[in-house]
């Protein structure tokens, strides 16, 4: 017989695998009016941007890197003359060629000096300020977006997996999902289902979210194959969705941290978000041209590399964005320099734009959403500043 508990550990969409994959984690999807769609993944870890987008017009990169981000002199694609693509990421150049990639650098959130990245990932997907402690900080921007989105029409919110999203966590009801879950029912089990959480409004929607969801799966959704398999899984699944009547997901890769051997740590994760990007773009099909991939990470490293071939926590970062509605093509914002008194603190990228000002513009020419309510009330205090001009 099915319990309760078995109908949300495992009925509602069991996540077991998720616990099994550190850089996995769960996924959250709201339904949203519209046919434009927006994606936000999370690089947990703080991923180094200038390893990713190498600023190698900057002659002081070479007095800091001696190894690292070498530039198209060791075979990193070049973008525009000042700025390579890191070589494991060499698979995008097609979308950076076609206007779909762009990359915003020097960005950040306002989270600065503490260098924690719980404090860093909290504060990212809160899209708050530090005008509270962050354990008061309650919701994520995403969910505030919801709240303002006319006619949205978010399910009633659930979490399977290791954890919960703070993205997309707040009083608008989102549906969340976990890689390799199943649910396959009988007839005999849907109507027991249905009799036994009759009376009980939470489980009933429960269990009505969890069959719609693993009904509408197929086996070619989910299954994922080879090294990056499981990053495979999450885009499909994410496109699946986006295919359907939702417009808005997010989900993160972790893994990022790289003090040490950073080629290689950094590596394996590029080829994930690699994967994820292409595999959006080609199961998205049409729906692609109406998409903007936002990959976002906590905070920057350290603008000089360590002695144990990688980097340490830093401020200043870079921001992937990707999609048929991105003006790509372009590196976004002012570059500060890597020079004597042009680092922060001596030591890391200077922040010349808060990385939730390229957010803001991005759901405002998405979702029509208002100036107002996205300084406001969505990411509070924040003056967006112009528009970067980031969508067609």
């Known amino acids: 017989m099915i319990s309760r508990r078995l109908l949300l550990k495992s009925g509602a969409l069991a996540a077991c695998s998720a616990a099994a994959h550190p850089w996995l984690n769960t996924m959250t999807f709201a339904a949203a009016p519209g046919d434009n769609r ?5 690089l947990r870890g703080a991923m180094d941007g200038l390893d990713v987008v190498q600023p190698y017009g900057d002659a002081n990169l070479r007095a800091l890197r001696a190894e690292l981000s070498a530039g198209p002199d060791k075979g990193a694609p070049d973008l525009d003359g000042f700025y390579s693509l890191h070589p494991e990421l060499a698979e995008l150049m097609p979308l950076w060629q076609a206007g779909q990639l762009a990359f915003a650098h020097a960005v950040a959130t306002p989270y600065r000096d503490k260098r924690s990245h719980f404090d860093g990932q909290d504060l990212l997907e809160a899209g708050t300020g530090n005008d509270l402690p962050i354990d008061q900080q309650k919701g994520g921007w995403l969910n505030r977006l919801l709240q303002d989105l006319p006619g949205a029409t978010g399910e009633t919110a659930y979490t399977v997996g290791t954890e919960e999203m703070l993205i997309l966590s707040g009083k608008a009801h989102a549906l969340s999902w976990a890689p390799d879950a199943r649910l396959a029912l009988s007839a005999q089990a849907k109507l027991l289902l249905s009799d036994v959480y009759h009376d009980d409004a939470l489980f009933r929607a ?50 990022w941290d790289s003090h040490a051997r950073q080629p290689q740590v950094i590596g394996r994760q590029l080829r994930q978000l690699s994967t994820a990007i ?32 990688g980097t340490d926590h830093g ?13 790509g093509g372009r590196v976004y914002g002012d570059w500060p320099g890597l020079g004597d008194g042009q680092l ?16 803001g513009w991005a759901m405002r020419g ?9 300084e406001g009330m969505i990411f509070p205090g924040l003056d967006l500043g112009p528009d970067p001009g980031i969508l067609l």
């Not at 927006?38 to 999370?42: A, E, P």
């Not at 401020?315 to 003006?327: C, D, K, P, Q």
């Not at 998405?366 to 996205?374: K, N, Q, S, V």
């Open 38 to 42: 927006l994606v936000v993944i999370v």
């Open 206 to 255: 429960a269990a009505a979210d969890a069959e719609a969801i693993g009904g509408s799966l197929s086996p070619l959704d989910i299954d994922g194959k080879g090294p990056n398999g499981d990053a495979a899984k999450l885009a499909a699944f994410t496109a699946n969705r986006l295919n359907g009547a939702t417009r808005i997901a997010a989900f993160s890769l972790a893994g």
């Open 278 to 309: 292409l595999t959006l773009r080609d199961q998205l099909g049409a729906n692609w041209d109406r998409t903007t991939v936002l990959a976002m990470t906590e905070f920057g490293r350290t603008a000089r590399e360590n002695g144990s071939g």
């Open 315 to 327: 401020t200043g970062g870079a921001m992937l964005m990707a999609g048929g509605a991105v003006r």
């Open 344 to 359: 922060y603190q001596q030591r890391d990228l200077l922040p010349t734009r808060d990385v939730r000002a390229y957010a």
């Open 366 to 374: 998405l979702f029509g959403t208002d100036r107002a309510r996205i």
